[in-house]
């Protein structure tokens, strides 16, 4: 990281570290899946092709991840379950719950086609997510059980529902006739009027799907010559079981207790309330902006595997510009956004109320959206490359406090971008001459900005200053007016549209030219303007 005078706005980040000995649950749960699922026309009550999709997403999760041991998901809700000793991102919440959602939003996108093949995918999915801590086995025990109850019931309720609006019944009606019913009740009514026994549904419907890691023994030749040994490997599989929190279920997969720990005795009627106790959430500053950054998890290998250019792909920022502008879109309070490389920042106005303020579901929803985004577009940016495998993105929350901090901020993004791309294209010029890695780097180490000017001019003929802006200043995605003017030239109307441009953001011009990007709400004037 590129050291400057702008550094101290690192000062206002804040440590989230999930304390040992809580075991960490990631939940993901669909945002706007009702609109998602209308739109894309899946089955009513329940999809079976779009479970799988969730099920061989959330299986890739635990193939990707070594220290997520359990997976328990159904409808658009997946949970995700880390061995007990977990030290993954040093158990930041903001960095694990981002990873998460957004490799699992990724995964949803490119696996599409496979359970989709004949239905194009309409409408971005994304999703939000969550850390519930649980302080001991008892408390994971009672939340697994709790989930599986919650897929039962609302299983039990949709078929119930969508049967009776498939009989005739309006939505209204099948409402009202519902409203009050019990467990029973709903049997009776598949039974006696739809002649569906409701315990022999497909059990995935009725009990949701549970993934989890176990240990096999196999027996590997390893020389010709040397006999046979046998070595354990870890397997994920895919089981569906009436009661997941039980001490059966768990005691059938030892690796489970010997990750996570034991269940002492059954569990049953947890509340909704009791579990709200357990689930984290970070409620952000009121009257401060918000910003939401986000970076690329392992791009240097992405770049690599996908064969990008070096120093700078165009079309990849692009694509990263794209999906930024795609973000602003979708979220009305997101008022700015700073991209370069690997990595985007986005503003929200001082006096959002986006979620709550909910730090968790503010940056999950961010993540993950602007991951759909890049998958989806990937394509429009690269026709002829194919997508070798997902890529995902972390994020985290900051709050700054005044006008002149949140300046500042994006200045030492700017001034990262300068010194970042001046280094990087010395680096992969000397590279390309013919100096290995090692050489490039003990050339350019120590030298300042004026000696690696003069190196690009004396050994290549380039003028730093004359390549393209996009690489020397980074991306501003921002909403301006855009004027209709007639053939006389007279304005007939404007319109408010998103744009992408390259200007300094480090001086006074731009801001000034754009003063309504960070103007301020009093909390005294909003206060007085909601009475």
């Known amino acids: 990281m590129a050291n400057s005078k702008y550094e101290y706005v690192k000062s206002f980040e804040s440590e989230d570290e999930v304390m040992y000995p809580n075991l960490i649950v990631v939940r993901i749960d669909g945002r706007n899946f009702a609109r998602f699922s209308e739109v894309n026309e899946f089955k009513k009550p329940n999809d079976e092709r779009a479970l799988n999709l969730m099920n061989s997403c959330a299986t890739s999760v635990l193939e990707k991840y070594p220290d997520i041991i359990l997976a328990y998901g159904f409808s ?34 490119a696996k599409w086609n496979e359970f989709f093949p004949h239905a194009e995918m309409r409408f971005t999915p994304s999703f939000k997510s969550r850390i519930i801590c649980c302080p001991s086995m008892g408390v994971l025990q009672a939340y697994l059980a709790w989930r599986q109850r919650e897929c039962h019931s609302k299983n039990q309720y ?55 890691k176990t240990e096999v023994d196999e027996t590997v030749k390893i020389h010709d010559k040397e006999s046979p040994v046998r070595r354990s490997r870890k397997m994920v599989k895919t089981v569906h079981s009436e009661n997941i929190a039980s001490r059966s279920f768990w005691n059938d997969y030892s690796y489970l207790c010997k990750e996570l720990g034991c ?149 030492w993004r700017q001034v990262d971008c300068h010194i970042n791309n001046q280094y990087n294209t010395c680096f992969w010029m000397l590279v390309k001459s013919g100096k290995s890695t090692r050489e490039a780097q003990s050339l350019l180490k120590g030298t300042q900005a004026p000696e690696k000017n003069q190196m690009l001019s004396q050994l290549f003929g380039i003028d730093y200053n004359t390549l393209p802006v996009i690489f020397r200043n980074g991306s501003s995605v921002f909403w301006d007016k855009e004027m209709m003017v007639t053939d006389n030239g007279v304005i007939a109307k404007s319109h408010k549209k998103v744009v992408v441009d390259h200007p300094n953001i480090i001086e006074d011009d731009f801001w000034g030219a754009h003063p309504l990007i960070l103007e301020t709400t009093s909390p005294r004037s909003l206060s007085l303007s909601l009475t």
């Open 263 to 411: 269940f002492e005795q059954n569990v049953n009627n947890i509340k909704h309330e009791y579990m709200k106790l357990f689930q984290s959430e970070n409620m952000l500053l009121p009257f401060t902006w918000i910003v939401i950054r986000i970076d690329g998890s392992h791009f240097h290998r992405f770049s690599e595997v996908q064969g990008f250019e070096k120093p700078n792909d165009e079309q990849a920022l692009k694509l990263m510009n794209a999906s930024a502008v795609a973000v602003l879109e979708e979220f009305n309070d997101i008022v700015f956004a700073y991209g370069v490389s690997d990595e985007y920042s986005f503003v929200l106005k001082k006096n959002s109320q986006l979620f709550q303020r909910r730090a968790s579901e503010i940056v999950s929803a961010v993540v993950s959206f602007f991951s759909s985004t890049y998958v989806i577009k990937w394509k429009e940016f690269f026709p002829e490359k194919e997508l070798k495998y997902p890529p995902n993105f972390d994020g985290r929350a900051v709050c700054y406090p005044s006008y002149e901090i949140i300046r500042d901020y994006f200045a």
């Open 158 to 212: 949709n078929t119930c529902f969508w049967m009776l609006v498939k009989s005739g019944k309006s939505e209204t009606e099948a409402y009202n006739i519902l409203k009050g019913t019990q467990k029973q009740e709903k049997n009776e009514i598949l039974f006696q009027q739809f002649g569906v026994n409701y315990k022999n549904l497909p059990s995935m419907y009725r009990q949701g799907s549970c993934i989890l």
């Open 76 to 109: 658009d809700e997946y949970s995700f379950i880390f061995k007990k000793e977990t030290k993954f991102y040093q158990r930041r919440a903001s960095k694990i719950l981002s990873l998460i959602v957004s490799f699992f939003t990724s995964l949803y996108v």
